[in-house]
C-alpha cells in the first residue's frame, strides 16, 4: 500500500524547465524558467551585452491554482504527443524542453527558432510548431507572474 | 459575511481565508491552500477558466466591484490573439483580495466559470 501511494504521489509531481541560449559575442545570454512540484517558480536571464552584465534571477512560490494552469496549457498544446527525433540538433543557439507531468516524461532539445519560416522548411513542422507556441505561452505567463511579484511601477 | 479584524491589518499575512462563494464544487475542494504572501505594490489573485473571447474589460470591471484594481494583466494565446484563460489581478489591500476571492469565485464570466486564488503563497515545506 504505501508502494502505491508513493507511486501515485510521484505520478502526480509535476515539473516544467524550459531553457533557451546561446554563446556568443555577448557571452553567455540565456533564459531560464523551472516550476517545481513544490510550487517554487525560478526565472533567470542572463546577457553581457555590450560589455554591461545583467543577471536578473528570480524566485517566487506560486499557489496551487497557478501549477495546474500550467498543467493545462500544457496539456492543451499536445507537446506530450511530439518526439524530437526528426529535430535539428541544437548547434551554438540551444533550446530545451523538459516537462514531468502525471506519468509522461518529455525533454526535447532544438536549434533556436527564428521564425515560423523555419519550422515550415524542418522535417517535423507540425511538431516545432507546437513546441514555437508553447514556449511562448510559458514564457508568457512566468514572465507576467514575475514581473507583477517583483516589478514595482516606474515613478 | 464575517470578516475577521485581522483581514483589516494590511501587514498580516495570515492564513487565506475560506472561501464562501456559492460554488457547488466547493465542498470537494481538496488542494491545501497556504499562506499567500504580499507582492512587491500589493496582493496578486490568479484568475483561470476565462472564456477565451473576453476582453480586459470583462476582468476589470467584475474585479472593480471589489477593490481597486492597481495592476492587471490578461494574457492571450500567442498562436489565435483569443485571452489565454488567465489574468493576474492586483489589489493594495488583502482585504480588497480576499474579499475578490470570496465574491468571484466560481462567478461567470461570458457564461464560463472561473477560479479566483491567491498567486503567491509562502514557501512550501519542501524543494
Known sequence: ?155 | MQRSPRDDNPDNDHEAGEIRSRHPHHQQRTIPRTGAVRSVEGWVVFVTGIHEEAQEDDISDAFSDHGTVTKMQMNVDRQTGLAKGYALVEYASQTEAQDAINNLHGAKILGKTIAVNWAFVKPTGYR
Request: hydrophobic residues 35%; aromatic residues 10%; glycine residues 6%.
Open chain 1, 1 to 155: 500500500m504505501t508502494t502505491m501511494s508513493a507511486a501515485t504521489a510521484h505520478n502526480d509531481e509535476f515539473y516544467v524547465r524550459y531553457y533557451v541560449g546561446h554563446r556568443g559575442q555577448f557571452g553567455h545570454e540565456f533564459l531560464e524558467l523551472e516550476l517545481h512540484p513544490s510550487g517554487k517558480l525560478r526565472y533567470a536571464n542572463n546577457s553581457n551585452y555590450k560589455h554591461e552584465k545583467s543577471m536578473v534571477r528570480r524566485e517566487v512560490f506560486v499557489g496551487p491554482a497557478v501549477t495546474e494552469e500550467f498543467k493545462r496549457i500544457i496539456t492543451e498544446s499536445g507537446i506530450t504527443q511530439m518526439d524530437d527525433k526528426n529535430w535539428e540538433e541544437p548547434r551554438a543557439r540551444c533550446q530545451e524542453l523538459e516537462i514531468k507531468i502525471r506519468n509522461e516524461h518529455i525533454s526535447f532539445t532544438c536549434p533556436e527558432i527564428g521564425s515560423l519560416v523555419d519550422i515550415q522548411k524542418s522535417k517535423d513542422p507540425e511538431g516545432l510548431k507546437t513546441f514555437y507556441f508553447l514556449t511562448q505561452d510559458l514564457k508568457c505567463l512566468v514572465l507576467s507572474l514575475i514581473n507583477m511579484h517583483f516589478k514595482a511601477r516606474p515613478i
